[in-house]
């Protein structure tokens, strides 16, 4: 049996090479033609959050673990750490993008059974209504099994599968890279991922990734049009160095920016599934998996996350039936609707009500609490984080949050506000960069 994976990103490699090692024939298609020399900057052709910050939560590092502890191995040894609990749980690996990419890339290239192509998919091929593989220009290539691991921007199945649900939430972002100086340490962190600030009108966030590199995101509702002036770097900096505590990263002393300021698309939240009215495959041999599915927004860091849990779920149910595709298919949309589903319900609710508190608005206690305000509830009753904690550590889904609902509306009607870090409002951060050079 051949498959074919449409899409090398974490979730097509990570299933390439946990069938392969399964003895499974593997052929990996992606317009990208892989990672570069270490010399030159990887740009990682549609890939637009590439050299954004990423956050690869504890159930990745325990996917890897389980699958491919080899590719653990060559993270450590590029400068990847695992932060753990204090009972050694792994709470998230922390490393970039392009390192992480660059490992599974690197492995999936040595692996037996695996072959890599270089080409742009442009169609499906089907006969007498089952997928036999993928067009690219003139060449084609068959497959048994047709994997999309292409992500959520992908053309090639429209007009098979449903439309997405869901759409933008309206935020955007911007990112820039630096590097620790030798022997420098962090600045301030309040996580183990590093310093996470909700600031009034939006986010600002500091992430700590591999080989003494990091990131700092900007993520705001792009309704003030002088925040564009984040994409120039003087005009970046000057909004790092106006938060106190996060201008203490950026320190000449303490660290060097590695790459410019990085402007981010809109952010989205999507599901697609992929049965018809009937519950039938909407064409058999073909399976969607990861972004192709689900794409949440980055401001909860679910992404990659979501991605491999469907990844390692797909290869647990094609262990069981890929010769019965369409039972295959059937048990992985039934699956991905009760264990993925439910996160984009949530980030698109929660989402909405963020950046209508970006704009203003104040906690609406008619209505049901999202769930970023019954987590910050917890500081002000810590009896919620028997509610709060699973769900942060995504080991409970977010209807577990449902008994906490109640005690975090009588905290909220009480007056409780969550505490706003010192730091610049978006408004008068809109005023310092537009006093930079660049925004002129």
Known sequence: MRILVVGAGPTGLFIAIALARRGREVVVVDRDPGPPDRATRWQRKGVMAFHHAHTFRGQVVEALRAEMPDVLEDLDAAGATIATTAADRPVALLCRRTTFERMLWNRAARQQGITLLCGHVDRLLTDDSRVIGVAMGRDTVGGDIVIDASGRASRFTNGVRPPAEGGDCGAVYVTRQYRLRHGARPGPVNSLIGLSLSLAGYLAIA?????????????????????????????????????????????????????????????????????????????????????????????????????????????????????DITTATRQFDHWSLRRIRPWFDDHRYTDTDRVRRWSGGDVNVSRRLPSDLIVAA????????????????????????????????????????PAVPDGPTRAELSEVVSRTPAAA
Request: glycine share 8%; net charge negative.
């Open 207 to 323: 992430f700590i990734h591999d080989a003494g590199t990091f990131s700092i995101t900007f993520t705001h509702d792009g309704t003030d049009k002088r925040l564009r002036a984040l994409r120039y770097e003087v005009a970046f900096d000057e909004a790092v160095r106006a938060i106190p505590r996060l201008s203490e990263w950026i320190d000449p002393q303490r660290s060097q920016p590695i790459s410019p300021a990085i402007p981010g698309g809109r952010l989205y939240n999507t599901y697609r599934g992929q049965l018809d009215a009937e519950g039938r495959p909407v064409l058999p041999g073909l399976i969607s998996v990861g972004d192709s599915v689900c794409t949440t927004t980055p401001l909860a860091g679910r992404g990659v996350t979501l991605a491999l849990m469907q990844a390692q779920e797909l290869v647990r149910i094609l262990d069981l039936h890929d010769r």
């Open 378 to 417: 917890a500081d002000a009753d810590p009896a919620l984080k028997e509610f709060v904690d699973p769900y942060i550590v995504m080991d409970a889904l977010p209807a577990s949050l449902a008994p906490a609902q109640a005690r975090a509306r009588e905290i909220y009607v009480g007056g409780w506000r």
